[in-house]
């Protein structure tokens, strides 16, 4: 339940309003609605993905499983092999830029707990999908990186930093800002950094799908995805037409916006 208030000119706090003259009511609550993520730790293989801003649930994931499951679980966690997928619009990728540093950690940490904890590591998965859309034909270096070494140089760049660990650790071969270049100026072939790759285009999603099963084969793989109707009906359609591939079932969770 929930309390309205009014505050007067005078200071004076009284009673708020909640319904008109007509005596209908002002405000409905309607919810609270479930979110396909919350289903991610019911599989021990999954696909998380998300378009535009529905990378914020996809974030919250992916750093709920290496930073804390996987970093600090003993024997098997749900999930064990995670996949995770971004869609983003090729104008979007500046207001972005914070998960592109986040990402860089993530891969440092996945780098560091292979080295010093293979045995955990060896039975788990981690791959990340970045699929940028709308690039612009004409797009070279120069329009891509414009002046992005004078931004650069703004200490807040990359939003508020995380504490450095004065503990040694093992780091991937590639820094932050050569992932964020690499965001911006996406290749016409898909390139690799690490367990990250990037796609220029729209999402093609059967042949992911497809390397899962192979992968995974006879397991229960559950997908879920937060973002607009276009990417979750072709989702929607990959996952019916690749379930039963090596035995594999892929189920949906989805919430469009």
């Known amino acids: 339940s929930f309390e ?7 200071g004076m706090i009284s009673p708020g309003r909640i319904t008109g003259p007509d005596g209908v009511q002002f405000f409905l609550v309607d919810g609270p609605h479930s979110a396909p993520t919350q289903h991610m730790t019911e599989y021990d293989h999954v696909l998380v993905a ?67 904890s293979a045995e955990s590591m060896r039975n788990k998965t981690f791959q990340f999908n970045i699929w940028v859309t709308s690039v612009p034909k004409d797009l070279d270096e120069k329009t891509a990186f414009k002046g992005l070494e004078h931004d650069s140089e703004d200490p807040n760049f990359w939003g508020i930093p995380a504490p450095e660990s004065k503990v040694l650790v093992e780091r991937a071969p590639f820094s932050k800002m050569d992932l964020y ?33 192979k992968l995974h084969a006879g397991e229960k793989i559950g ?35």
């Open 4 to 10: 309205l208030q009014s505050r007067q000119t005078d």
């Open 50 to 116: 998300g378009a535009g801003i529905g990378l914020t649930p996809v974030a919250a994931c992916v750093q709920s499983v290496v930073f804390h499951r996987w970093k600090f679980s003993v024997g098997k966690c749900y999930p064990s092999h995670a996949h995770f997928a971004w869609v983003v619009s090729y104008r979007d990728i500046r207001a972005y830029r914070w998960f592109i540093s986040r990402l860089k950690e993530v891969q440092d940490c996945i780098v560091n707990m292979r080295k010093k």
């Open 181 to 213: 270049k690499a965001v911006l100026l996406p290749s016409k072939k898909e390139r690799m950094m690490g367990d990250i790759r990037i796609f220029n285009g729209r999402p093609k999603w059967d042949p992911r799908f497809e390397e899962m099963a």
């Open 223 to 257: 997908v879920m995805f937060c973002g607009n109707t276009f990417v979750a009906n072709a989702l929607k359609e990959a996952c019916e037409k690749n379930t039963g591939k090596s035995g594999c079932t892929f189920t949906l969770h989805k919430e469009n916006f």
